[in-house]
């Protein structure tokens, strides 16, 4: 069984920044690839940020150069460091992770969803 849970959630100011955490656990022999996603009110879920085993990011043009993603191998922890928020980053934002099982299988998990709100 693997869980990934999310922290960090909040209500900010434009402008503001937020910092957003999630921790894989349980049956993890390997991780590859790790990320964040968002999803507005009657959008579709986007990816926002991914961050390879080996350090390698890439994000969407909406959110260069304001928002950082980074990874701590050793605690299976990726973050999301979000600068100059803007209302239209108002999101539930799921962190993603294509796992290596003990038993082998590799799968995408994905995480609860936290909130983030942008608003003055």
């Known amino acids: 069984q693997v869980q990934l849970v999310e922290s960090g959630e909040g209500l900010v100011q434009p402008g503001g920044s937020l910092r957003l955490s999630c921790a894989a656990s349980g049956s993890i022999y390997s991780m590859n690839a790790m990320g964040w996603y968002r999803q507005a009110p009657g959008k579709q879920r986007e990816l926002v940020a991914r961050?390879?085993?080996?350090?390698?990011?890439n994000s969407a043009d909406s959110v260069k150069g304001r928002f950082t993603i980074s990874r701590d191998n050793a605690k299976n922890t990726v973050y999301l460091q979000m600068n100059s928020l803007k209302p239209e980053d108002t999101a539930v934002y799921y962190c993603?992770?294509?796992?290596?099982?003990?038993?082998?299988?590799?799968?995408?998990?994905w995480g609860q969803g936290t909130q983030v709100t942008v608003s003055s």
């Open positions: 993603n992770a294509h796992i290596q099982t003990a038993w082998g299988r590799w799968n995408d998990y």
């Open positions: 961050i390879t085993s080996g350090g390698s990011t």
